[in-house]
């Protein structure tokens, strides 16, 4: 399975099988955690067969099984925290993905309190994402239409569109895709978040959605 394929394979999974995650599995992950934790500045930290988390009412009423496998999305306060967090989690998110594992992006319906964290000075934690081997593999979220979520001159690029396409299919909360990208000029885009709750977070996760579509070499970002 590549990158693509990932994306397009991914959905949210909630119930997972009673099942350990295989060794060789748990070591790959610890070390893309550690690559990304050297390059983006965060404290991302995993844990397995770690059920007190998604133990609570909050957790039943997210409707999660199962849920033993998380990572917790952590680093030092600053403005771009959600956005560094929704980035290089879904970085993570689709290498599970490609691993054969089932993720879900969770920031409310989990015990915080529970879960055996060890911040550092300023350091706050920001969501986590629960995996494991899904009992099934999720379903295709709704998606608004693609012109709803760009603005450019048409006819636009193929490459902007296929960044555009895989945003589209990036996990965002509640589904409120409340995001949109702006073609300026022949190579330049710029991203936004359109409101909504936790649109940080999402704003990283598109982005790096359109990355993997677009191409890094046929645009930059502009703010």
Not at 185 to 204: H, M, N, W
């Amino acid at each position: 399975m590549d990158i693509i394929q990932a994306i397009q394979e991914r959905h949210s999974v909630r119930s997972y099988q009673d099942k350990k995650i295989a060794p060789e599995i748990v070591e790959a992950l610890q070390e893309k955690i550690a690559a990304i934790n050297q390059l983006s500045g965060l404290n991302i930290q995993m844990f397995t067969d770690e059920p007190q988390a998604f133990k609570s009412l909050l957790a039943h009423y997210g409707k999660f099984r199962n849920a033993k496998n998380y990572i917790a999305l952590v680093g030092e306060k600053s403005e771009d925290l959600d956005e560094r967090c929704g980035y290089y989690g879904e970085k993570l998110v689709l290498t599970m993905q490609m691993l054969g594992l089932n993720t879900c992006w969770v920031a409310l319906t989990f015990a915080k309190g529970k879960i055996p964290l060890k911040l550092q000075a300023k350091e706050k934690l920001v969501c986590v994402i629960a995996f494991g081997y899904g009992e099934t593999k999720g379903i295709a979220h709704k998606n608004k239409p693609l012109e709803k979520l760009y603005k450019a001159a048409e006819p636009i690029p193929q490459w902007f569109r296929n960044g555009v396409e895989m945003a589209a299919l990036a996990p965002t909360a509640v589904n409120q895709q409340k995001f949109l990208f702006t073609l300026i000029g022949d190579r330049q885009v710029k991203a936004e978040a359109t409101g909504g709750f936790y649109s940080q977070i999402d704003l990283g996760i598109v982005k790096l959605h359109f990355e993997l579509g677009a191409g890094k070499e046929n645009f930059e970002w502009v703010d």
